[in-house]
């Protein structure tokens, strides 16, 4: 990424995270004012794991969005504050700041596609083709500023295809792939309380980490613009998640998923740290290739799959979907039984009335925590979820730095 | 406007022609299929203007919106065209391409505020900050690029001001206001069946007719820039046309308002010709000026202000405020009998109970058109109001191509 001048970026780094702390409070502080004009609209849900059920408001994500969007607009000519004052016609680094043009209209257009879908319950043709349209701006850019389409090959293969592969147009498409990706890997891992700002705030923060510890390093200018979105990011999500936290005031809904996989996606791209970035995805990576079998139907899959409360002890059990045994197709027989074979689910034959159906638990990384850990309280449960996070960051630093070394001599 | 090189325009506006043909029947084809889910979404209201009163969705100004910001992702890239295929290293022209990503996200920011407007009913407040801050970028765009903050003088305050007058900083509030402005001005001058898409359809029509005339001359390539954004918007504005003519089968929304009044904004803040788009907006312009009074509340005020159905006859009458005579304040008092003097308003005194209250018609346009005419039919009512609509874009025209002689010699 060629961000050169881009002033004192120490100081812009400070006035972002001084800006951060504002949104972080501002959101801390609407977010409830908005419960009643949520519930009002219609967009309100009920914890399905609670033994009270009242009305929670949804979708609450798009006042972050927003609050994240003025602190950005306001941010903005910051780190160019030099340039603007000087105003020498010409001498704009309009290939600098076309990077955070770009970069928010795909954040705002996700949020509102986000919003869109947690008010009309959108179709899936339009969940995928929206944000790959959302993300052409940002691609448009890239090809123009950055268009590196190579990956370095790791040591072993350089024999055989030499010291690098260039991508070229498959490159763009798996950067596209990257925003429909990260939008909806995030949405598919959650079903508890705070899960899905938790883990958003894990990866915000592990971001930020290596941004860090990159910061002096040749890619400088791409890791600080990396920071001054993850910092509000961060902030207004921390926020959220100060709501969201067991037990819930709130609902995030689609927006703040869509929000959130769309800020990692322009960061990762924009920034050109993408592979390092899915590192941090680890958990969202798994549970989506775990849900692929329910995902496209192979197997069942019920409306929803989140874990089920126990009324008697007030802990979660796993849930489960139920088939007509042996009514599977090949696909879905062959998943079912890789993964019985690796111990990732439970199997129960001859259940139902004529003891003609076959019992599986959902295919999410929450219904196999609990079979780890047998059932446990909502609350105990996403922390081990959000500690899981925080241990597959400290793994994914380990394979950058220290995997790396085995497979790049650098 | 500095856009050069933008290669073969005329073979850019034909393919914008297409994809404005193909985003118009996309509209116009997917507009119904959306009904059901608004409904559902509680996004309805309720025609007062009807005998038979049946849920009308609302809000599907959204759709159009979506549809016009797919269009101009696809679109971006084709005025590039030249220069994305050669992809010399730095040889892109940023400083154009900037243009579009600010405008598109100043667009889709205020599609998405008017959507979350009509979903959550937001404050006041919030509707006038909210534009402020999503107008920013497109100010340090135009601060960065073009920065042309001059107005030049008629000929005969010359001696006494000289040829120009640069207004530095209060062009800019200037033109964040022109934002706030057009997207309210749309918004208040509402209240019939089609009013609204009529109007933007009818100012658009203008634009593009100033923009052709124009596009041979000085400041070719700012009304290429204009024509680009006001064909694909015309052509989803009629498809809403379409389906929200009287009868109307789906309703626009604060969406829809918000939407084209920014698009407006934006083209005629980049392309910089804001005082000839303001020449477009005279009923909107007169419409706002003679509400003033009751926006602000000098005189009360009603929920809704549109012409009131007469089930007997079925024409629309005017709607009336109601006030204890002698209660308004000296500023209520002066705008209403300065508005009896000009007999824009029908004054009533010594009605109610006893007769001790005045009674006015509400402070719009609609309503002045129906004193004017007598009752109408609410078809003819608004066409009416868009041949108004259409008078005042023809003196738009005298008084930009001819009173111009008289005050700036050319």
Redesign the interface.
Known sequence: MQLEGLGDSALTMTINFGMSVGAFFLCLNIIPK?KD??IS???FGVDLNKLIKKKVPEALG?VCG?VF??TM??F??VPFYK??AA?TPGK?P??E??H???A??SI??M??LG??DD???LKWRHKL??PT??S??LL??Y???V?ATNIILPVQLRDLMGMDLRLGPIYYIYMGMLAVFCTNAINIYAGVNGLEVGQSCVIALSVLVFNFLEVQGEHRLGHVFSIYFMMPFFAVSAALLYHNWYPSRVFVGDTYCYFAGMTFAVVAILSHFSKTMLLFFIPQVFNFIFSVPQLFHFVPCPRHRLPKLNPHSGKLDMSYTMFKSGSLGTVGQFCIQLFDFFKLISVTHNVGDSGMYTQVNNLTLINLTLKVFGPLHEKKLVTILLVLQVICSIVAFMIRYQLKKIFYDS
Chains 1, 2 share one sequence.
Do not use: E, G, R
Request: charged share 0%; aromatic share 18%.
């Open positions: 908005f004009s949520f609209a219609n967009l798009v927003a969007l003025c607009f306001i903005m000519p340039q603007l105003n704009f309009h290939h700041y076309i955070y043009l770009a928010l209209l705002c257009c949020v509102f919003f869109a008010v009309l319950n083709l929206l349209l959302a052409l701006p448009t850019v090809f123009t500023n268009n």
